[in-house]
């Protein structure tokens, strides 16, 4: 898969602004991910300030005020704090036997990005179901593998089963709260619990506008990431019952230790939380115009369908050219460029598959970068011809 790619220059850190060129400073729009951000001057300020102890004696107030501020946001008893979103720690937190089961989509980031952590760590089956074009699993498939191994001395026992919301491959799409409903009630009913990997549970909180505790209280446990659309530096945020956290605060000490002196991450957290609707929505609107300009280019090589951008991400489809070499000619900037639109515009973007490139919007890319973005693409579909 083209997402496994290390391209030269792709995954090198980039000052916003480059060299000159032609006279012209070189201005970069980095779409290739919402955790590439920078802390803003307010976020650094509460970073620097932060109230902080050691988070294994549980004497960081910071800490101890996010997620006791955050639980009833999430509609939670409980969280804790944790390094990332990595969702390993979680499903040992619901799956305490060797070899039992999880059910999850063959595309979600559990179950491709984390090195088979389940199994590598947890001792626990992955069962993987292909995912729908929404980024949601066909209810009848779902309740056959519960059923399966259900009562049977053949077959693992299904403990979990794993939601992402929003469904990164699929293109930031939402889960349904009614598909959520649906799954809640179809897991409890064999016995299993439902965990959501909430990285970006916050833009899907957005994008329905509602609280994000109306999503969660569907699911036993969730986590969502600071470092994505809150644009913090690091750590993320597990909630979940109080027995469940107790034993996921046991785990995060076995799997990485302690975390110590965090209030200085979760100080950040706050301030993107407070942030959050205000920029999150800003974003989705930027990544919606993006879409539309790019459809109204009708350009032979590149195709999007606005009605799929449901929040920060855009999956444009490539036809003609590798999404490689694409992203290469986005990359690039030439006298040519400079003297046709006045501009030097670097667009940093990922391959996503053979056949699409992903970009994704996030606090440090404006509508004027947008809209530079969108004339770079024009400059470079119209040098590649009809």
Known sequence: MLRRLALSGFGAPLARWAGGWAGVQ????????DTVTRPGPAMRRAMAEAVVGDDDYGEDPT?????????????????????????????MGHCRRRGSQVLLGQECHLHVYEQGGVAQIAGVHSHPLPDLPHGTLDLDEL????????????????ELVCLENTHSSSGGRVLPIDYLHQVHLL????????????????????????????????????????????????????????????????????????????????????????????VLL??????????????????????????????????????????????????AVSDDEVAQTGHAV????????????????????SAVDTELALRKWEFVLRRLGP
């Open 63 to 91: 800490v101890r005020g996010e997620p006791g501020e955050q639980a009833p946001v999430l509609g939670l008893q409980v969280c804790i704090t944790t390094p990332s979103n990595t969702c390993t720690l979680n499903l």
């Open 346 to 365: 670097r667009v940093l973007l990922f391959p996503w598959t053979e056949r699409s490139i992903r970009a994704v919007w996030h606090r440090d890319v």
């Open 26 to 33: 070189a201005h970069v729009v980095d779409l290739r991910s």
């Open 187 to 278: 897991a409890h009913t064999y016995g299993a619990r439902v965990h959501l990997d909430g990285a970006r549970v916050m833009n899907a909180a957005v994008a329905l506008r509602v609280p994000p505790a109306r999503i969660v209280e569907h699911c036993d446990s969730v986590s969502f990431c600071f470092s994505k659309g809150l644009g913090a530096p690091a750590g993320a945020l597990v909630g979940g019952s109080k027995d469940f956290i107790e034993d996921a605060w046991r785990l995060r000490k076995a799997l990485g230790g302690g975390m110590r002196q965090a209030g200085i991450l979760a100080a950040a957290a706050l301030v993107g939380l407070t942030e959050a609707e205000k």
């Open 282 to 331: 800003r974003d989705h609107g930027n990544a919606q115009r993006f879409a539309k300009g790019l459809q109204d280019l009708a350009s032979p090589i590149c195709s999007v369908d606005p009605a799929t951008v449901e929040t920060n991400m855009v999956l444009v489809q490539v036809d003609g050219l590798p999404p490689e070499e694409l992203c290469q000619r986005l990359q």
């Open 143 to 158: 309740e056959r593998a519960l059923t399966r191994g259900f009562g049977s001395p053949y077959h693992p026992i299904c």
